[in-house]
């Protein structure tokens, strides 16, 4: 077990601390409203991933259940989408935007309703997590659910703590990283060899 949970556990940390939409946003909201509401808008959003582990779980599941080859078809499918997205990096502009133009100030049951929102909302995220978590099984032939579930909750448990640093050092991050341009060009290539070590691990 043990086998498969550090280096989940590794990889979903350097993904989540890679520049995404949701630790931007959480970044951004902080900087403009303080870190409270930051750590509200990360709750909300770390509360959606929930779902698109429920989605995961129950779906795969059962098709896993059915043959090891499709399992192993899962898997393929999923390194072969991560190698995709390690393109799309590839292809993006590195440069890192910081705009609250559209963040306005809300109530905090507002902030964590729109937070759960965008993530159930975005299907790149179960995508995402349809691509990622089959690999990290280790008992496939076992309780595939209770699996799926406890990689759903370290996942968001990490990303939560995560989230909630970025919140509490938001003007310090954003100084550092206006005034270090080339940052960005770092944050994408990080992102980039994330991806592609992921979709090894996950075909190994």
Do not use: C
Not at 48 to 74: P, R
Not at 122 to 140: H, Q, R, S, T
Not at 171 to 180: D, N, Q, V
Not at 183 to 191: A, E, H, P, V, Y
């Amino acid at each position: 077990m043990l086998d498969q949970i550090i280096p989940f556990l590794t990889a979903s940390i350097l993904l989540t601390f890679s520049p995404g939409p949701d630790i931007i946003y959480v970044l951004v909201r902080s900087i403009a409203y303080g870190s409270k509401q930051g750590i509200v808008s990360a709750l909300g959003l770390v509360g959606g991933i929930l779902i698109h582990t429920s989605l995961v779980a129950f779906g795969v599941s059962a098709i896993i259940k059915q043959s090891d080859n499709v399992f192993l078809l899962i898997k393929i499918l999923g390194a072969v989408y991560l190698l995709y997205l390690a393109y799309q990096v590839y292809k993006s502009d590195p440069e890192i935007a910081f705009s609250s133009e559209k963040i306005s100030d809300k109530s905090m049951l507002s902030l964590f309703k729109q937070g759960f929102i965008m993530n159930v909302l975005n299907p790149k995220v179960g995508i995402f997590f349809l691509a990622f978590f089959p690999g990290f099984l280790w008992e496939p032939d076992g309780n595939t659910i209770l699996q799926f579930y406890i990689l759903g909750m370290l996942f968001m448990l990490q990303a939560f703590i995560i989230f909630t640093g970025v919140a509490m050092l938001a003007e310090k991050i954003s100084a550092y990283i206006k005034s270090h341009p080339k940052s960005g060009i770092f944050l994408k290539w990080m992102q980039v060899v994330i991806f592609i070590l992921i979709a090894v691990l996950i075909l190994l």
